[in-house]
C-alpha cells in the first residue's frame, strides 16, 4: 500500500501509457508520437509549474488564464510597434511580475482570500486584453527569430519540450534545494509558525504569486510563437487543467504537498488521456467526460490511499 | 433535603496523558442546589476535570456517580442528555451568527409546518435572556458583541433548556463589573430553582461571595473541600499553593551581568499603561499570570508581531530591530511559542525541516548559494539529538511522530547551537512529561550561564518558583509586582497576583 500511497500518480501514468499502447500499438505506441505528446503537454505543465508555487503556499492563482492570453495580445501588439524581440519578453515578463506582485501583495499583506483576488485580478486583466486587442485575433510583425522559439527540434526533442525541461528544472531546484523553496513550504504547511520562525512571510508570498505570473505569461509568448497569432481568450483552456495537473502531482511523491515532479506526471496524464483519445478517434466532448472522470477516480484513490496508511 | 445527599460524586478520579498525570485522585461532592466553588492553580486540573465530566476525556480510574448511579458520559452531548451544562472558557460560538441563532446551534428549532418558527425561537431565548441580561442585543451578529457580552450568550446557552447541574469555568474572567453582578443574580436564582452550580473562578472574593462550598486541586488532587464560611482569603490561597518554596537548584550560580533586554515605559495592553522590565545577562525571569494577563501578548510584542515597540525596548544597549522577527534572530534573540502545534512546528514536515527552519540561512555550503547543504544539515541534527537527548528517528520522519516533550525539546532547542543573547520563551514545558521539563530547565539554566536572559512566560507556579530568579507578576496587561525567586513561596506570589484582581475591578471592562 506505501508504494501505492507513494507512487500512485505515476503507476496512473504507466498504467494509462500501457492501455493506450495495447489499444493502439501502431499509432499511440510510436516513439513519434511518444515525443510529440511531450510538445503537446509542454505549455500546460510550464503553467502548471508556476501554479505550483502558489500551491505550496496553499494558495490558488485563478488568473492564469487571463495571464497566457495577456501575455501573447502584449507581444503581438508590441511587436506591431516595432519592438524587437528581446524588450518583447522583458516588457511581457516584467508586466506579470507586476500584476502577480499585486495579487500577492493583497493576499499576503491584506489578507484576501487568493481564490477571489485573482479571480478579480483575472477579470481585470481579461477587460484589459481585450481593449488591447479590440476582441479580434493578432497575428503579424513576428520576426522568424521569435516564431523559432517555440517551433522546430533541438537536440533530437522539440524546443517546446526543452522550454518545459529547463522551467520544471528551475523549480524543481528552487522548491526542493533552495531556502526559498523551503520557506515556502513551511509557509503552506503552517503559516503562523513559519512567521514566528523568522520566515519573511510577505515577501516570499508575493514572489511566489510574481512568478507564477510571469510563468503564465512566459506560456503566452510561446504560444503566440508557436501559433503565429495570439487571441484575447487563448490562455482560457490553461486554468483548470492546470490546477488538475498540480492536484494530480500532490498525490505523487511527496505527503500530499505540491511538488514539481507530481505536476509533471499529472501534466503528462492529461496529455496522453487527450492524445490517446484523439487517436482513438474519440469524439472530443467524451474527452472532456473521462480527462474529468479520471482526475476524480485518482484522487478518491490516494485519499483512500492515505486513510488506510494512517490507520 | 438532608445535607449529606449527593448530587455528584467523584471519588479517586485519575487521568493521564502520555506521561504526563493530569488528574491524581480528585474527589468532588456536589449536593443538590449548592454553588459549589473550584478553585486551584493554573494547571491543577479543573480543566482537566471538568472535561472528564463533560464526556470530553474518559478518566482512567476512580468513580463518578450522579443521583447515586454510575456516570460517565460517552460525549459532551451525552452528558447534556444526563442534565449537565458546561459553560466553557472559550467561546465556541460562530461569528456570523445572532446570539438567537448561536443558542440553538446543534439543538432542534421550534417548528411551525416543518419549518423554522422564528418568532417562537425568539420568545423562548428573549423569556431567558430577560433575567440574565435584558439588554443584551440578541439580533446582532455575535462578531459585533464584546466579549463579555459573548460570554454571556454561552450562558444563555446553557440556561435555554432545564439543567441539573452547571459547570461555569471562569465564566467572569472576561465580564464588566456590572455584568459579573447580573451573572451572580443569574447563578443565585438557578440555586434557588434547586440547579446545583459548579463555579470555577480566579477571583477569590466571588468565590466568597457566591459560593456555599469551595474545593480546592493542587497537582491533580483534591486538598480540600470545605463551607467557605469557615474559610479565609488566607487560608485559601496557602491552600492552593501548598506552601511552595522550591530548593531553588536550577537557581543562577553567578551574579547577573549587565541588562541584555530593557522595556522603558512601554505602552502596553488595553489601558496602554506604561511597562517596564528589565532582563539581565545570567538571570531567568518568569512572567506569572492568569490566563489573559497579557503575558503572551508581551512576548510577541517582544518577538515584533505584537504591538509596535516605538523605540521603548532595547537589546543589549541598542534599539531592537524593526524588520520582525528575522530582525531579531540577527540581534540574538530567539522565541519558543506557547503552542507547538498551531505556531510552533509544522506538524507534517521533517524533523530536519523543523530543526532548521528558524536560522535556514546557517547551512550553506557556499555562503553566497543560498541552497541548504545535506551535510551541514545532517550534522546539526545528529548534534541537536545527542545535545537534546531526542528519541527519534531518520531526520526525514514529520515531527509528529515524536512525543510531545521530544518535539518541546526540539522547538526550544533549535536555537541553542548558535549564539543566543535572549531567550523568549512562552509556556516552555506546558504539556510534557517530568524528564522533558527538568531538561528543558537545565537548557534555559545552561544558556543563562552561557551569558544570556531568559524570559519565560509560565503558568505553572511550580515552574516559576524553581527556576526563576526573578519572578515579575502580570495582570491585564501591567506588571503588577516583582519578586526575588530564591526568597518568593507560593502564598507570596498569589497573594500579589490576587491583591491585584481585586484593585482593578474596573479595568477589566469589556
Not at chain 1, 492563482?61 to 507581444?75: F, P, Q, T
Not at chain 2, 519558543?336 to 555550503?365: C, K, Y
Not at chain 2, 531568559?454 to 501591567?478: F, K
Request: aromatic fraction near 6%; glycine fraction near 12%; include cysteine.
Amino acid at each position: 500500500m506505501s508504494v501505492l500511497n507513494r507512487f500512485g500518480t505515476l503507476i496512473a501514468l504507466i498504467v494509462i501509457i500501457a492501455v493506450f499502447a495495447a489499444a493502439s500499438p501502431g499509432g499511440f505506441a510510436q516513439i513519434g508520437n511518444l515525443v510529440n505528446i511531450t510538445q503537446q503537454m509542454s505549455l500546460l505543465a510550464i503553467v502548471a509549474i508556476g501554479a505550483t508555487l502558489v500551491m505550496v503556499l496553499g494558495e490558488f492563482d485563478l488568473s492564469v488564464s487571463a495571464m497566457v492570453s495577456w501575455g501573447g495580445i502584449v507581444a503581438v501588439t508590441l511587436f506591431q510597434a516595432g519592438v524587437g524581440t528581446v524588450p518583447v519578453f522583458a516588457i511581457v515578463l516584467l508586466s506579470c511580475l507586476v500584476i502577480g506582485s499585486g495579487s500577492g501583495v493583497l493576499v499576503a499583506r491584506f489578507r484576501v482570500p487568493s481564490f477571489i483576488a485573482t479571480l478579480a485580478m483575472g477579470t481585470i486583466l481579461g477587460g484589459l486584453t481585450f481593449w488591447l486587442s479590440d476582441g479580434a485575433t493578432l497575428f503579424g510583425g513576428m520576426p522568424d527569430g521569435f516564431r523559432d522559439l517555440a517551433r522546430g527540434t533541438a537536440l533530437g526533442l522539440p524546443v517546446l519540450t526543452w522550454w518545459m525541461i529547463a522551467a520544471g528544472l528551475l523549480i524543481w531546484l528552487v522548491l526542493d534545494r533552495v531556502e526559498y523553496g523551503r520557506r515556502l513550504y513551511a509557509i503552506g504547511g503552517n503559516r503562523e509558525a513559519a512567521l514566528l520562525a523568522g520566515v519573511p512571510v510577505r515577501r516570499d508570498s508575493v514572489l511566489a504569486f510574481a512568478l507564477c505570473a510571469a510563468f503564465a505569461g512566459l506560456v503566452g509568448l510561446l504560444l503566440t510563437a508557436r501559433l503565429g497569432s495570439a487571441h484575447p481568450t487563448g490562455g482560457g483552456g490553461f486554468l483548470l487543467q492546470a490546477y488538475a495537473a498540480v492536484f494530480l502531482g500532490m498525490t505523487a511523491f511527496k505527503n500530499g504537498e505540491p511538488n514539481v515532479p507530481g505536476t509533471l506526471v499529472g501534466a503528462a496524464i492529461i496529455a496522453v488521456i487527450a492524445n490517446g483519445l484523439t487517436i482513438l478517434g474519440v469524439p472530443a466532448f467524451l474527452q472532456d467526460v473521462l480527462t474529468g472522470a479520471i482526475i476524480i477516480a485518482a484522487v478518491l484513490l490516494r485519499r483512500a490511499a492515505g486513510r488506510k496508511s494512517r490507520e | 433535603m438532608p445535607a449529606d445527599t449527593k448530587l455528584l460524586a467523584v471519588e479517586a478520579l485519575s487521568k493521564r496523558f502520555g506521561g504526563v498525570i493530569a488528574l491524581d485522585g480528585v474527589d468532588l461532592a456536589i449536593r443538590p442546589g449548592e454553588v459549589h466553588g473550584l478553585v486551584g492553580e493554573n494547571g491543577a486540573g479543573k480543566s482537566t476535570l471538568i472535561k472528564c465530566l463533560s464526556g470530553v476525556h474518559r478518566p482512567d480510574g476512580g468513580t463518578m456517580r450522579l443521583d447515586g448511579a454510575p456516570f460517565g458520559p460517552e460525549g459532551p452531548r451525552d452528558a447534556e442528555r444526563l442534565g449537565l451544562r458546561v459553560i466553557h472558557q472559550e467561546l465556541n460560538l460562530v461569528p456570523g451568527f445572532s446570539a438567537i441563532e448561536n443558542i440553538f446551534v446543534g439543538r432542534r428549532y421550534p417548528k411551525r409546518l416543518g419549518l423554522v418558527d422564528r418568532s417562537a425561537t425568539a420568545r423562548r431565548v428573549r423569556a431567558v435572556a430577560a433575567d440574565l441580561s435584558p439588554d443584551l442585543p440578541l439580533d446582532r451578529p455575535i462578531a459585533r458583541l464584546t466579549t463579555g457580552q459573548c460570554q454571556l450568550v454561552e450562558i444563555l446557552r446553557a440556561l435555554i433548556s432545564a439543567a441539573r447541574l452547571v459547570i461555569m469555568d471562569e465564566p467572569s474572567a472576561s465580564l464588566s463589573r456590572g455584568e459579573a453582578d447580573r451573572l451572580h443574580d443569574v447563578v443565585r436564582r438557578l440555586r434557588d430553582a434547586g440547579t446545583a452550580v459548579l463555579f470555577v473562578s480566579h477571583r477569590l472574593d466571588e468565590i466568597f461571595a457566591l459560593c456555599d462550598r469551595v474545593t480546592v486541586l493542587r497537582n491533580g488532587r483534591t486538598v480540600a473541600t470545605d463551607a467557605t464560611s469557615a474559610m479565609t482569603r488566607d487560608d485559601l490561597v496557602h491552600l492552593m499553593s501548598g506552601g511552595m518554596a522550591m530548593p531553588g537548584r536550577h537557581r543562577a550560580t553567578r551574579p547577573p551581568g549587565p541588562p541584555v533586554l530593557r522595556v522603558d515605559r512601554l505602552p502596553f495592553g488595553r489601558r496602554r499603561a506604561p511597562l517596564s522590565l528589565t532582563v539581565h545577562e545570567g538571570e531567568v525571569v518568569a512572567l506569572y499570570g492568569l490566563i489573559g494577563a497579557g503575558r503572551s501578548r508581551l512576548l510577541r510584542t517582544l518577538w515584533g508581531v505584537g504591538e509596535p515597540t516605538a523605540d521603548r525596548v532595547t537589546i543589549d544597549g541598542g534599539p531592537l530591530s524593526k524588520s520582525g522577527p528575522a530582525g531579531r534572530i540577527r540581534q540574538g534573540i530567539a522565541f519558543a511559542p506557547e503552542d507547538r502545534r498551531t505556531q510552533g512546528l509544522v506538524m507534517r514536515h521533517s524533523i530536519a525541516a523543523n530543526a532548521t527552519l528558524p536560522r535556514l540561512d546557517s547551512f550553506r555550503g557556499r555562503s553566497w548559494l543560498p541552497m541548504p547543504s545535506a551535510d551541514r544539515v545532517n550534522t546539526f541534527i545528529a548534534d541537536l539529538k545527542q545535545r537534546l537527548d531526542v528519541r527519534m528517528g531518520r531526520a526525514s520522519d514529520a515531527i509528529s511522530t515524536l512525543s510531545g516533550g521530544n518535539q518541546q525539546k526540539l522547538m526550544v532547542g533549535r536555537w541553542t547551537p548558535f549564539p543566543i543573547r535572549l531567550l523568549l520563551l512562552d509556556e516552555p514545558t506546558r504539556g510534557v512529561d517530568v524528564g522533558a521539563k527538568a531538561e528543558l530547565h537545565g537548557m534555559m539554566r545552561d544558556l543563562a550561564d552561557g551569558g544570556a536572559g531568559v524570559l519565560m512566560a509560565s503558568s505553572d507556579l511550580e515552574e516559576v518558583l524553581d527556576i526563576a530568579d526573578r519572578i515579575l507578576v502580570m495582570a491585564d496587561g501591567g506588571i503588577v509586582a516583582e519578586l526575588a525567586g530564591a526568597e518568593a513561596d507560593g502564598d507570596q506570589v498569589l497573594a500579589a497576583l490576587f491583591a491585584a484582581e481585586r484593585q482593578e475591578p474596573e479595568s477589566r471592562t469589556a
